[in-house]
Nanobody, 115 residues
Framework: QVQLVESGGGLVQPGGSLRLSCAAS????????MGWYRQAPGKQRELVAAITSGGSTNYADSVKGRFTISRDNAKNTIYLQMNSLKPEDTAVYYCNFRRVTGDYWGQGIQVTVSS
């Protein structure tokens, strides 16, 4: 079973930055697609950003130009750098790793953007 451990969330003022991390217990090379999702209260979970095994990235329109997904193969970790944060970015953020044999989720981490 693959374990994903998230860190880096918290409370930040509008316009601020946070970096989320998601460390996997398995080699990152075994996954085809890795990404970050978020779920705000009363809303469905949505894709925020994704990165393929080949390094291609994809972003939700609402975060393009503000968020960056990246990975560190040596640490089996993906990151989500979030800049120019807005109150509407407030949500629980989840990392997700996918491969043919399974679909794995982190436990979720709260990000709150408020003054």
């Amino acid at each position: 079973q693959v374990q994903l451990v998230e860190s880096g969330g918290g409370l930040v003022q509008p316009g601020g930055s946070l970096r989320l991390s998601c460390a996997a217990s398995a080699t990152i090379f075994s996954f085809d697609l890795m990404g970050w999702y978020r779920q705000a209260p009363g809303k469905q979970r949505e894709l925020v950003a994704a990165i393929t095994s080949g390094g291609s990235t994809n972003y939700a329109d609402s975060v393009k130009g503000r968020f960056t997904i990246s990975r560190d193969n040596a640490k089996n970790t993906i990151y989500l750098q979030m800049n120019s944060l807005k109150p509407e970015d407030t949500a629980v953020y989840y990392c997700n790793f996918r491969r043919v044999t399974g679909d794995y989720w982190g436990q979720g981490i709260q990000v709150t953007v408020s003054s």
